[in-house]
């Protein structure tokens, strides 16, 4: 079975470029996360879907990031513009359900922005 | 505010010792707790979970425990091997099922 898959696993940018990621989840898995994780911390979520309705978005700077699961399968999370401390890895994660039942996400690689 | 904490960024072992790794919350609604593995370059993986109705949970040489009235738990594995070099996140979750992670520990295990 194929994992969570990212693109693009590396990206560099000057500041005040756009950016996307792009997550595919695992087949069948209703619940997609987007995290950030700086350097020397722990992932933190920033967005929370369940299907293709955005359930939590809370800490998800919303004057330059924005994010779509259309159809409820792969997700895009947008950063427009980038600033220098956007620089970090960018996880994608899925569950079957909120949260799964055990709270086990199932990660992808990420992928790692550095903004210049 | 840091809901879950990780006090030891790293943490180097012998081989075949025990490995214990530590992790301290602050929300009293946690009731699940989980620990997740992360090498280079790679996400996250997940390596053990413990209810908040057990103290307990053990698998292969992975065992969590929980201590609630302390609100601290810990990971030991038992014989450490350097393959177990990683860092290791601990994560809680309440109601919400939403993850909350620590900041983790790079784990080291000397051959």
């Known amino acids: 079975e194929a994992g969570v898959v990212q693109s693009p696993r590396y990206k560099i940018i000057e500041k005040k470029q756009p950016v996307a990621f792009w997550c595919n989840p695992i087949?069948?898995?209703?619940?997609l996360y987007w995290y950030l994780q700086n350097l020397g911390q722990g992932p933190e979520l920033l967005i929370r879907?369940?299907?293709?309705?955005?359930?939590?978005d809370s800490q998800l700077p919303k004057d330059r990031f924005s994010a779509e699961r259309l159809k409820g399968v792969d997700s895009t999370l947008k950063i427009q513009p980038a600033e220098l401390g956007d620089s970090a890895v960018y996880l994608c994660a899925s569950s079957l359900l909120a949260g799964g039942v055990t709270g086990e996400l199932f990660f992808g690689e990420g992928s790692r922005l550095t903004v210049l | 505010d840091q809901q879950v904490k990780q006090n030891s960024p790293s943490l180097s072992v012998q081989e075949g010792r025990i490995s214990i790794l530590n992790c301290d919350y602050t929300?009293?609604?946690?009731?699940?707790f989980l620990w997740y593995k992360k090498y280079p370059a790679e996400g996250p993986t997940f390596l053990i979970s413990i209810s908040s109705i057990k103290d307990k949970n053990e698998d292969g040489r992975f065992t969590v425990f929980l201590n609630k009235s302390a609100k601290h738990l810990s990971l030991h594995i038992v014989p450490s091997q350097p393959g177990d070099s990683a860092v290791y996140f601990c994560?809680?979750?309440?109601?919400?099922?939403?993850?909350?992670f620590g900041s983790g520990t790079q784990l080291t295990v000397l051959p």
């Open positions: 879907y369940e299907n293709e309705e955005a359930v939590d």
């Open positions: 087949s069948g898995h209703n619940t």
């Open positions: 929300n009293s609604m946690f009731d699940y």
């Open positions: 994560a809680a979750s309440g109601s919400a099922r939403q993850l909350t």
